[in-house]
């Protein structure tokens, strides 16, 4: 795996950026995609159905993108991941430590339940109260799987010896990265 002072082998097309909640995937995916110039296509705006339902063409939607020859994606959803690894030229890791991330997690939440933003969709946050009563609400969700991502990335790692991986462990190692290794290649 690469880490953040390390040169990238080639001007990257295709980026999947992995990471639990509350890593900032989605906004080193967006900053990524405007340094680059590639498009940036959001998995949680293509998931998220009205009430929170999955969208029908959830599927067909990844399927073109990842059939795109330029993009930026989370690394995310069952069905997304296998896909966007085989299509990826690139893979960064947000890997961030876990009291960081819970905390982001639990900070949005509570911002966008307060202030009542909408989401993907015409979707809101619920009631604080669902932390109690829904096992997949998001903070929970970012506590039960912490740890995926410490046996994924290996794995892929494995699987895709030729995918270069960049492992980013701090928000210092997130802002070297794009200042130092990706503004070059813009």
Not at 3 to 12: C, E, K, Y
Not at 21 to 41: F, N
Not at 112 to 138: S, V, Y
Request: overall charge positive; glycine content about 6%.
């Amino acid at each position: 795996m690469l880490t953040a002072t390390d040169p990238l082998p080639h001007r990257p097309r295709r980026v999947a950026v992995a990471g639990v909640a509350g890593s900032g995937k989605s906004t080193l995916s967006r900053r990524l995609a405007e340094i680059l110039g590639l498009p940036h296509t959001e998995m949680d705006a293509l998931h998220h159905g009205p009430g929170w339902t999955k969208r029908p063409e959830f599927e067909a939607d990844v399927d073109a993108v990842v059939a795109g020859d330029a993009w930026v994606c989370e690394w995310q959803y069952d069905y997304a991941r296998p896909l966007l690894t085989e299509h990826a030229d690139l893979m960064v890791w947000v890997d961030l430590p876990f009291p960081l991330t819970l905390a982001r997690v639990v900070r949005r939440t509570l911002r966008r339940r307060l202030r009542r933003e909408e989401l993907w969709n015409g979707n809101r946050e619920g009631p604080l109260r669902h932390f109690f009563t829904d096992p997949e609400h998001i903070v929970r969700w970012a506590i039960s799987t912490r740890n995926l991502y410490d046996e994924r990335l290996p794995a892929v790692a494995a699987a895709y010896p030729g995918l270069p991986i960049v492992r980013l462990r701090s928000r210092r190692d997130v802002d070297r990265w794009l200042r130092d290794v990706v503004q070059p290649l813009a």
